[in-house]
């Protein structure tokens, strides 16, 4: 047994990560359906922070306590989560975010 499958082994039956991770990849589907490959491909380093940081932010606490769940933050977590894995798809056909509008810099390992 390898140690993946150990700790899947040993998780409380509550805890699917399989499902999910699977529902991660739904979300980044449903956002690559709305947005695009070439909108994340626009997105600086900065921005990807800031989307993250605002799903994430806004699940745990959107200025009223009382409108906090934890279906609601789970689902602001799968937002994040999936726009991580956008962010590191964009990375990975680009070889980086786009620059900084101050940057002023070509993008490394962009494709002329």
Not at 21 to 45: H, M, P, S
Not at 56 to 68: I, K
Not at 76 to 101: E, F, M, Q, T, Y
Request: overall charge negative.
């Amino acid at each position: 047994m390898n140690n993946i499958e150990s700790i899947k082994e040993s998780a409380k039956p509550e805890m699917d990560i399989d499902k999910c991770v699977q529902e991660i990849g739904y979300e980044v589907l449903r956002q690559l359906d709305l947005w695009g490959c070439g909108f994340d491909d626009k997105n600086t380093a900065n921005d990807w922070v800031a989307y993250i940081c605002n799903y994430v932010a806004n699940g745990a606490y959107s200025g009223r306590q009382s409108q906090y769940t934890p279906e609601r933050f789970k689902e602001h977590l799968k937002k994040a989560a999936a726009l991580c894995v956008s962010a590191i798809l964009a990375i990975d056909r680009n070889g980086d975010c786009a620059p900084r509008h101050y940057e002023g810099l070509p993008r490394a390992g962009a494709k002329a």
